[in-house]
């Protein structure tokens, strides 16, 4: 049986709409009487070719910082290879950043994904690989972390007095720091090196969360600092030199 066919990215997913055709894999629009971009292709059609140009369009939008088409195109990648490290950690990436606001649930799923990334990854045999996988799995997620830590941390600020919008800032900033942690969990022990991922995690992790003591109900700041101390201990058995961080008082009490 033969179907459509979109020439710019390879995928099969073409619905007409009017007087266009669309590929729901790249968004690319081809009028109906102009066949040049949109064929007829059989069964047969070289699956391989059209993963190698979903790679180019999904690298691409990576390279722009374009986080629809990099969801789009790297799910489409997932759905075709479902062990690709790659694609597993960026569609959840992309997804992240497609939500207008990221809330506790968004982080969870965020998590899951990596999670599942990591897991790819140590199965691989190649431990460089593996090691240049968790490398840019921590500079990416460290970097969406920070992003929306500094953006939220001033919207906490301004939300001091409405105290549902304080909430939500405060609960979601503390998530991200879980997910730091829970990161870090992930990648101690993928290779001998990836140790260096996690501690670097645990810290930057204890370096958020710190900052949120002023924030946090007087009653609760005993089981946060539990939390912390839990992951001050993990930290210490790589760096024995390391501090925790003391947080800011607030009117001269913590």
Known sequence: ???LMCEMCGSNM???EGGFYVCQACGTKFPVNDPANISEQSSSYDSSSELDNLY?????????????FGH???SEILIRNPNDWEAQYYSGYYRAFLYDYL???AVDELYYSIASAVEIVEGLEDDEEKNEAI??????TFGLVESFYDAYLEQ??????????????????LELSYLLNNYGDLVENVTDDTFQDALDSWIYSIDIHTP????????DKGEHDKYIDGYVEKIHEYNPDYEKPKPKKLFGIL
């Open 1 to 3: 049986m033969n179907e």
């Open 14 to 16: 073409v619905t007409r």
């Open 56 to 68: 180019e369009l999904a690298r691409r939008a990576r390279d722009r910082g374009d986080a629809e």
């Open 72 to 74: 789009r195109y790297y």
């Open 103 to 105: 809330d506790e649930n």
């Open 135 to 140: 490398k840019m799995f921590t500079d990416e």
């Open 156 to 173: 906490l600020e301004y939300a001091y007095s409405e105290v549902e919008d304080y909430e939500w800032y405060l609960i979601t900033i």
């Open 212 to 219: 949120m003591y002023k924030y946090i109900s007087f009653f």
